[in-house]
């Protein structure tokens, strides 16, 4: 049995490689990421697109948990729906891109 203990190793090792990549969940967005919120136009904006949003002064910050919940907000622009975007793919990727 001590011979074969690498082998064993070897094995499993594979195999949770492959499942890494086998395995498929959705990734992306936090529900506790920040988002900047303006009440007047019902929109948000990811911080790193506030710059180009052109809010009022009615804005606030608020996570993007709570601005999907109440379902009121639209995304001011592509560049805030692709910051928020989910994606699928493998496990690895989740666990690495995000």
Not at 33 to 47: C, G, K, W
Not at 57 to 72: F, K, L, P, R
Request: aromatic share 16%.
């Amino acid at each position: 049995m001590r011979k074969h203990r690498w082998f064993i190793g070897v094995i499993a090792s594979i195999l949770i490689i492959i499942l890494g990549f086998v395995i498929q969940v959705e990734y992306g967005a936090d529900e506790s990421e920040r988002v900047i919120v303006d009440y007047t136009l019902n929109l948000y904006s990811a911080p790193e697109c506030y710059n180009e949003a052109g809010f009022t002064n009615d804005i606030s910050e608020a996570t993007y948990g709570e601005v999907e919940e109440s379902g009121e907000f639209l995304p001011e622009s592509s560049c805030t729906a692709v910051a928020f975007q989910t994606s699928r793919g493998p496990l690895w990727f989740a666990w690495f891109m995000s």
